[in-house]
């Protein structure tokens, strides 16, 4: 069974997502997930994070 995925905007990012593996330092070293990436949000582009739930 493939293991479900949550995901969530960056609680700790601030400004524009212009670099993914900067996102994803954020949301592994801050957040306590195992990835994050840069994804267009509204005009502009915000930092998700992800991790199995």
Known sequence: ???KI???RSKTWS???INTGNCKR???NVEHA???A???QGFG???FCYKNC
């Open 6 to 8: 949550c995901d969530w």
């Open 26 to 28: 954020q949301c592994i």
């Open 45 to 47: 582009f915000a930092c």
């Open 1 to 3: 069974m493939k293991p």
């Open 15 to 17: 400004g524009i997502c």
């Open 34 to 36: 195992t990835f994050g």
């Open 38 to 40: 840069c994804h267009r």
